[in-house]
């Protein structure tokens, strides 16, 4: 998908956290602007990447600098790493409350719902608890929960780090479609990894932080068609240049 019109600037975003009279400098003046596309964002292990995806998302306020949305409409979904689901309702009632909270009736919410579990291959398991589900099922639900507020911007930290792999490998493949094919209202994806392979096989571009505090160490642009194909020359020579900013 193209970069588009510009969904998202970051400006001189800067976070730290205190405790204990000690403080913790992790974010350090991140300037970046998103478009329509796919972007992965890779660091060091605790350079700040959720951190960042947090503040996206409201759920932290940054210490200085600017987030700005370019469009009226800023709804934002989010998928977090481990589903979040409540354990005394069903499949579909945990994908309708955020629905219900948000004013829909439960009525309409649940019809809603209903059209974003069939999108991500749920349709007969409605009526399921999340205890009956496998990992990959229950991370479908939170997926679908994430696009039923209709999103402009899909935020996912790790979505898929606790999943087996080959769970992991269908599902990407299926969140790609799903955006690629325009049958949801997201329009660009945010997405953190700690997997190289998995930021290119996915992304439009990648954006490369440094150890704590985290800057941009760079962004690599991936001018790969899709499906990607990882044994590619192509693909490996990004991997290598990825690689390459990570250990600068």
Known sequence: ??????????????KSFTEDSKTLKVIDGISVDIGEEFVAILGPSGC?????????AGLE???????????????IGFVFQFPTLLPWMSVLENVALPLRVNGLSWQEAKERARKYLSLVGLASFE?????????????????????AIEPVLLLMDEPFSALDPLTAESLRSEVLDLWLWGVTSVRTILMVTHSVDEAILMADRVIVLTARPAKIAGIVDINLPRPRDRRSADFQALEDKVYELISS
Request: no cysteine; net charge positive.
């Open 1 to 14: 998908m193209s970069r588009g019109k510009v969904i998202l600037s970051l400006r001189n975003i800067t």
């Open 48 to 56: 700040g990447k959720t951190t960042l995806l947090r503040i996206i």
């Open 61 to 75: 306020k940054p210490d200085g600098g600017e987030i700005i949305f370019t469009s009226k409409d800023a709804r």
């Open 127 to 147: 009526d399921f608890y999340p205890r009956e589900l496998s990992g990959g099922m229950r991370q479908r639900v939170n997926l679908a929960r994430a696009l």
